[in-house]
């Protein structure tokens, strides 16, 4: 990896995003939006992405979470469809249908209409199956289970799932892990639901891997909190080897030298670990495109949660 490049190209993209956002908008949107980019390889189109927040105004009222922190991460989502008015029409429509299976309207429910089947003939029966996933889920955890697993629930879910293996699944990872001294709470669980990506089928193999890959990262002082848990399940879902457990920690410790990322370092594990799995669909012809896509909206679904908390913690300050 060329260190140097990454760096400027990350300083550039910032600076891009920072433009396009404006001033107001917290300072962790900008590097996650801009970290999206760098680890793509593509470039941040700052006149396309004005036209989408535009577009979000224009189709939403005042009180819409399209109008929040978390819209500026779906903004830069959608700047991957061509037609504009219609990528926020089709969001909007995802979100409708979302209620119809009684989610509960707000940011979670928006981050997840986002991982909608693009099947307009199957969108129905996937937020239903999404919806019977969740219930599963919360089943097991009461009071641990809320709006931040709805994303999670879209995402891992299909009408030909069987939700309730798929949720005992969940649940023996999350007590299994739980007895290598990882801590309880919404990482965990979103770290468990990771887990099933591939199968809904238990695997005996990926909680040691995940605990390797923990311990692997702690020994060489890269500073695992209960926020990167779920990227230590992509890292185990891909089986990564030492070699490129070292890449990626390479790369975290010279992030983490960027004045850029001074305040904020825990995005540079975030940084690190998309990077790397850009790399490895370069490199490995058996790491599928579809595989790579979905790991990145699993990563993108962590970061908007994260953008959910920014904006609640907003109001509530401006409330006060």
Not at 57 to 76: C, D, E, F, H, N
Not at 79 to 95: F, I
Not at 221 to 248: C, S, T, W
């Amino acid at each position: 990896m060329d260190f140097v490049m990454i760096e400027n190209r990350f300083a550039n993209t910032v600076e891009d995003v920072s433009k396009a956002v404006g001033r107001m908008v917290d300072r962790k949107i900008v590097l996650a939006i801009a970290s999206k980019y760098v680890a793509s390889g593509e470039l941040f189109d700052s006149v396309k992405y004005k036209e989408v927040l535009q577009e979000m105004k224009t189709q939403t009222s005042w009180t819409s979470p399209l109008r929040t922190a978390v819209g500026y991460s779906i903004a830069a989502n959608l700047m991957e469809q061509e037609d504009t008015e219609q990528a926020v029409k089709n969001l909007l429509n995802n979100v409708n249908i979302m209620k119809e299976v009684k989610f509960r309207s707000g940011n979670f429910s928006f981050i997840g209409a986002q991982f909608l089947t693009e099947e307009a003939s199957e969108k129905h029966a996937h937020a239903q199956a999404a919806r019977a996933l969740f219930d599963a889920i919360r089943k097991h955890h009461k009071f641990l289970t809320s709006y931040d697993d709805i994303p999670y629930a879209v995402l891992l879910s299909s009408p030909s799932d069987d939700v309730e293996l798929r949720a005992e699944t969940m649940n023996r990872y999350y007590k299994e892990l739980r007895t290598y001294n990882f801590n309880a709470g919404n990482e965990l669980q979103w770290l468990s639901q990771v887990l099933t990506f591939l199968s809904p089928q238990y695997d005996n193999k990926l909680v040691p891997n995940v605990v390797t890959i923990r311990d692997g990262l702690n020994n060489q002082d890269v500073k695992v909190k209960a926020m990167h848990y779920p990227l230590l399940g992509f890292l185990a879902i891909l089986e990564v080897n030492q070699v490129q457990l070292q890449q990626i920690v390479d790369l975290y410790h010279e992030l983490k030298g960027m004045k850029l990322l001074k305040w904020h370092r825990e995005f540079v594990l975030f940084m690190a670990i998309q990077i790397a799995v850009y790399n490895m669909a370069q490199v490995q012809q058996s790491l599928s495109m579809t595989i790579t896509s979905s790991i990145e909206l699993l990563i993108q679904a962590q970061q908007a949660a994260m953008f959910a908390a920014v904006s609640a913690a907003a109001v509530a300050s401006s409330s006060s």
